[in-house]
């Protein structure tokens, strides 16, 4: 069985009763940093192996963790906070098993998305999760293009290093819209700073430092995208599924890694260079 395991984004009690259950009794636990994580296990008295499972030996590791699970061995998975798979490993693997029948379960537990969302103050009945932050304005304004008329708030992850330019970046391209900077989530210095951008960035500590979690509202007048449906609670989760699960079988069926990414950005509005790299990491492994 294959247990996918949120973390707690800050404070160690955050963990559920049920995940250190699984913790303990797992044969193998898979884990972003294996320092991180020994942290974690040693805080609860937990002594099981780890093993790396990152963004750069994720394909390596499936080759190694599928044999397991088809032996029937539990393999727990964990990022360094928060809900694996989400900007964190654990989609290949998660997709594998789903491929081969293998069974998957998921844990509810921390998210830092859904926490800073909440703490925002802004209406969070529609919103889209956007992972990181794309770096530089240029690329930025193409990553939030797609939302430009979308109903939903939208939820990223940023730098401590890069907010300030982000901010600034935001306030150029949607000066009026509401914004809150979620800052160390759970933990003792935890603070939320709500306004306009240009607003927040005047608040802003000097140096920034901690974790954040971005939050931007809808435009007031915001209407649907044409062809696109967000039901309460929709997510990017639900369209990074689809656009991974498009290229994925896009490339199976032949068509080349750079098409296929350029057909894809055309339908959904992705940014080129983002859809080829999904492409890349999705892209069928030759036997």
């Not at 193998?28 to 937990?46: F, K, N, P, Q, V």
């Not at 002594?47 to 088809?70: A, C, G, I, K, Y």
């Not at 498009?246 to 983002?274: D, N």
Request: hydrophobic share 45%; with cysteine; aromatic share 4%.
């Amino acid at each position: 069985m294959l247990t996918i395991c949120p973390t707690p984004i800050g404070n160690l009690k955050d963990i559920t009763l049920r995940c250190l259950e699984v913790l303990r009794s797992a044969d193998l636990i898979a884990c972003e940093d294996t320092r991180h994580t020994m942290g974690l296990l040693s805080h609860y008295d937990i002594h099981v192996r780890l093993v790396s499972f990152h963004d750069h030996n994720e394909q390596q590791r499936l080759q190694e963790l599928l044999p397991l699970l088809r032996e029937g061995k539990n393999v727990a998975v964990v990022s360094d906070a928060g809900m694996p798979g989400l900007s964190d490993p654990g989609f290949s693997l998660v997709r594998a098993c789903a491929a081969e029948g293998l069974p998957v379960t998921v844990l509810p537990g921390p998210s830092a998305v859904s926490t800073a969302l909440v703490l925002s103050g802004l209406p969070a009945d529609r919103f889209a999760f956007v992972g990181f932050l794309a770096r530089g304005k240029s690329k930025m304004f193409e990553q939030l293009a797609a939302f430009e008329s979308t109903c939903a708030a939208l939820v990223a992850f940023e730098s401590p290093r890069r907010v300030r330019a982000s901010l600034a970046a935001i306030a150029e391209r949607w000066p009026d819209r509401a914004v809150a900077v979620c800052r160390e989530l759970s933990k003792v210095h935890e603070e939320a700073l709500r306004g306009t951008a240009g607003q927040v960035l005047e608040q802003l500590a000097d140096p920034v430092k901690g974790e954040i979690v971005l939050v931007i509202s809808a435009p007031e007048s915001a209407s649907p995208v044409p062809g696109a449906t967000l039901t309460p609670a929709a997510t990017v989760v639900d369209l990074d599924y689809r656009v991974r699960k498009a290229l994925a079988e896009l490339q199976a069926l032949g068509v080349g890694t750079k098409q296929a990414a350029g057909v894809v950005a055309g339908l959904t509005g992705l940014p080129a260079r983002a859809a080829y790299q999904v492409a890349l990491e999705v892209k069928p492994q030759s036997r």
